[in-house]
């Protein structure tokens, strides 16, 4: 395994790469564009660790193999499916524990009112987020591969071309990941404090559980989808010229 590619490159080719990068805390989604050497050195790890996790986890295809390979518009359905759908429905659970815990620990624990003020940004950001990519740019790209598979003439769209949401959603995951992080450092890792309720604890093993779902989400659509549909979009112009 070559530890001069970039994370992004051994997350998208190499299954349950995602995981191991998870565990040692390096960034794939949107810090991943510096080699594993970079990243390695950066987080302090030592990169023959790392390799021999990720040669581990290669032997293992079940979550290369859980999204579609082929089409992009069912790559895309698969995203809103799975992803779109839990980031939804954790939004609303994670409000409802994060109230109950601020009233209850607030006052001792202060750094909770600042995750709070943290989370709801970052819920309302994403809230529009996936509703951008919903209706506009999923529905695009669905539409832009069809013509190509029904060899129709395609229009082009109102945005100019693909690559100009795709600037937008990636900055959009750059504010997220940037928002988690903040939230993390703030729960000390997720890590509740000896006087810790049930609810309390709950509340860190969601979040946690809500930033490792939103890094795998974001380095489907950063690493897989968006480069694929800019190449598609490339190939169609190319054509027509």
Do not use: W
Not at 27 to 48: E, P, R, W
Not at 94 to 121: M, N, R, W, Y
Not at 165 to 193: V, W, Y
Request: aromatic fraction near 6%; include cysteine.
């Amino acid at each position: 395994m070559n530890t001069g590619k970039s994370v992004r490159e051994l997350a998208v080719e190499t299954p349950n790469a995602t995981r191991v990068f998870e565990k040692f805390g390096i960034d794939y989604c949107c810090g991943g564009k510096q080699s594993l050497d970079q990243a390695c050195s950066n987080a302090g790890l030592q990169v023959d660790e790392v390799l021999k996790a990720l040669e581990a986890a290669a032997s293992s295809a079940a979550e290369s193999a859980a999204a579609p390979a082929d089409s992009l518009a069912e790559l895309a359905s698969y995203i809103v499916r799975k992803h779109h759908t839990f980031t939804r429905e954790e939004i609303a659970r994670l409000k409802t524990l994060l109230d109950k815990v601020c009233s209850a620990h607030g006052t001792k624990h202060p750094e909770l009112l600042t995750i709070q003020d943290l989370f709801g940004e970052l819920s309302q950001e994403l809230t529009m987020h996936l509703m951008k990519e919903e209706n506009v740019l999923f529905p695009y790209i669905a539409r832009m591969e069809e013509a190509i598979r029904e060899h129709e003439g395609f229009r082009p769209p109102p945005f100019g071309t693909v690559q100009n949401p795709i600037c937008m959603m990636t900055q959009e995951h750059d504010g997220a990941g940037e928002a988690l992080r903040k939230i993390r450092e703030a729960s000390g890792d997720f890590n509740a404090p000896a006087d810790a309720c049930v609810s309390y604890r709950t509340l860190y093993e969601a979040l946690e559980g809500f930033e490792a779902d939103l890094h795998r989400h974001i380095h489907l659509e950063n690493n897989v989808l968006f480069p694929r549909a800019i190449e598609m979009e490339d190939s169609v112009r190319a054509a027509v010229r």
